[in-house]
T-cell receptor
Framework: KNEVEQSPQNLTAQEGEFITINCSYS?????LHWLQQHPGGGIVSLFM???GKKKHGRLIATINIQEKHSSLHITASHPRDSAVYIC?????????????FGQGTRLTINP | EPEVTQTPSHQVTQMGQEVILRCVPI?????FYWYRQILGQKVEFLVS????????KSEIFDDQFSVERPDGSNFTLKIRSTKLEDSAMYFC???????????FGPGTRLTVL
């Protein structure tokens, strides 16, 4: 059973700051997902990665497979980045791939 | 842009009643999922579905739950005899391939009284 741990659980920062959220998992995986959950509850997929690094706008995600660790970075943070960021790892049997979720990091960016 | 839709957005029911949560996945997707999130807790996997059958189900997904893809577009989660602890946000997701991004619907908030 894969355990997914995120840190920090809560993060408050000022607009413009560089943000890092960390994720560790216990068992080898096929892919790691970073998701954003808005205050209304909706979930949006930000990244799926199995190695290296991906960048989309001000967001960067990295993964170290050997260390079973991933980070999500936000550059030049903005109040609209305020949300819960969730790390999830893919696994499971043949067929559809289930996700195992971390507990989320609640990010608040103050103007 | 294609999106996953879910209905209703909010369902209130009495304990012991049956509810059906409906999802319309993205049209060319082949893999379907139900997850749930109890208020204040992490998102949990319930069941995955591929090729018209369940691929995997969690220990939460007991005989009280069932899934169907009745008409090639809808994907439903039925909860028989709801309990208070079934109150949660239920998310449907779909993906085009096992290894691809899962797209989530907006969720159905189920409240069991």
């Amino acid at each position: 059973k894969n355990e997914v741990e995120q840190s920090p659980q809560n993060l408050t920062a000022q607009e413009g700051e560089f943000i890092t959220i960390n994720c560790s998992y216990s068992v080898g995986i096929s892919a790691l997902h970073w998701l954003q959950q808005h205050p209304g509850g909706g979930i949006v997929s930000l990244f799926m990665l199995s190695s290296g690094k991906k960048k989309h706008g001000r967001l960067i995600a990295t993964i170290n497979i050997q260390e079973k660790h991933s980070s999500l970075h936000i550059t030049a943070s903005h109040p609209r980045d305020s949300a819960v960021y969730i790390c999830a790892v893919g696994g499971g049997l043949q067929g559809a791939q289930k996700l195992v979720f971390g507990q989320g990091t609640r990010l608040t960016i103050n103007p | 842009e294609p999106e996953v839709t879910q209905t209703p957005s909010h369902q209130v029911t009495q304990m012991g009643q049956e509810v059906i949560l409906r999802c319309v996945p993205i049209s060319n997707h082949l893999y379907f999922y139900w997850y749930r999130q109890i208020l204040g807790q992490k998102v949990e996997f319930l069941v995955s579905f591929y090729n018209n059958e369940i691929s995997e189900k969690s220990e939460i997904f007991d005989d009280q739950f069932s899934v169907e893809r009745p008409d090639g577009s809808n994907f439903t989660l039925k909860i028989r005899s709801t309990k208070l602890e079934d109150s949660a946000m239920y998310f449907c997701a779909s993906s085009s391939d096992r290894e691809n991004t899962q797209y989530f619907g907006p969720g159905t908030r189920l409240t069991v009284l």
